[in-house]
Each structure stands twice: as C-alpha cells, then as structure tokens.
C-alpha cells in the first residue's frame, strides 16, 4: 500500500507510520520530528498535547461543535428532502392528478359543460418541467378551466389508448362536444395553448361575464 493510499484511509496515529515509510524520491520524515513541530506549534497558540483530546475541555468543545455541524447539517438535508416534486405541486382545486382510467372517466363526466385541460406529462421530461410554472399560473388565472395532470409512466395504458406517443401532450374537452383538440406543446409554443384556451374557453368567459353583470344591475338597484 502507499503512503498516499494510507494517508487517506486510515486514522491520524496510522498517518504518522505512513510518514515514517521511506520514499524513493521524497523522503519523509521521523514521527519524532512531526511530534516536535506539533509539540512546538501548540506552545505557540498556548495549547499542549493534552488539550486536544477529547477528554480535555478543549477537545470536547471541537467534538461538540462537529456534532452540532452534522445535526444541523442532516435536519436541513431533511427539510430539503420534505419538499414537494415539481410534478407534486398543485395550482389550486382546479387542478386535479389523475391516477386511474375510472378517476379520468369520472373527471370528465363531473365536468359537465366546463372546459378540461389534461396535461399528459413525465418526471423525467425536461420539457414537462420547464412549462409546469406557467401552467399552474395559467390554472389560477381561469378558475374555470378543469386541469388534469396525468403521469405518462404510471398510467401508460390511458395513454396507449388515448394515442399519447409524445411529451408533453395536451387534450381539450368541451361537455358534450367530447375532445375538441390535442397537441403537443412546449415553454417556447406555450402561447400555442393559450390561443386554445382562448378558442374553447368562450362560454365559460360569457357565463362570468353575464353574472357578473347581474351582481352589478342587483347593486344598482
């Protein structure tokens, strides 16, 4: 084994052996001379040999504070780990992850005349991840809207049967007209879903509008 496999694999005292090994090109030195410079620096700083062990007060305080780093340390690897994935996270209730054919079915079924969005995406898809931000956002700004996430990988058969080959992927459902139009998108043709939204969404638009005006005209009144 050499010195420098040892330095890196064993403890301080197995350190001061692999300093004593002879080396073809660079001799070491004698542990006697490193005690020597450790004795002399020490005397320096005003510590003696004692004072670091963990026996000392010294040497407690030094092993307190690495435990104190390390707990530290593991609780915020621990908070990290708590927060949600990004394919996790939810706009508002508007915003629905599917997990079964039975629970897509009843979705669409609930919805009756309001506009639904599904959103067929994939943990590993970059692209999904990259547009995810603005679809929530897009989620919030129409209430309306019904979105719902299906994971591709854990609901490969709804998607076999919904002809989904790529990612992300997108169906508009409209009531009774059933789909009325799907694509592919991504963050760079993001406004190619807004243009549809835009397209299906006007009798939700109306309906806000028209109530909105009667709260108005009951106001007046």
Not at 4 to 14: A, D
Not at 89 to 118: C, H, W, Y
Not at 189 to 198: D, G, P, S
Request: charge should be neutral.
């Amino acid at each position: 084994m050499s010195p420098t496999t040892t330095t890196t694999t064993t403890s301080l005292r197995s350190l001061s052996f692999s300093l004593y090994a002879s080396s073809n090109s660079n001799p070491s030195p004698s542990p006697i001379e490193i005690r020597q410079l450790l004795s002399s620096s020490n005397r320096f700083y005003g510590l003696s040999s004692s004072s670091l062990t963990t026996s000392s007060p010294i040497g407690n305080l030094v092993f307190s504070s690495r435990k104190q780093f390390l707990s530290v340390k593991v609780q915020a690897l621990a908070a990290e780990t708590e927060q949600p994935k990004w394919w996790e996270r939810k706009a508002g209730p508007n915003m629905i992850d599917i997990t079964s054919t039975e629970q897509f079915l009843n979705a669409l079924k609930d919805a009756g005349e309001r506009l639904v969005i599904v959103d067929f995406y994939g943990t590993w898809c970059g692209s999904c991840r990259a547009m995810f931000p603005k679809l929530c956002k897009t989620a919030k700004e129409h209430p309306e809207i019904l979105f719902l996430k299906v994971n591709f990988d854990e609901n490969k058969s709804l998607c076999k049967s919904l002809n989904v080959k790529v990612l992300p992927y997108f169906h508009f459902y409209s009531g009774a007209d059933g789909q009325v139009e799907s694509f592919s998108c991504s963050l760079a043709k993001f406004q190619k879903l807004r243009e549809a939204i835009e397209r299906h969404n006007v009798g939700s638009f109306s309906d806000i509008s028209s109530s909105a005006s009667e709260k108005v005209e009951d106001s007046s009144e």
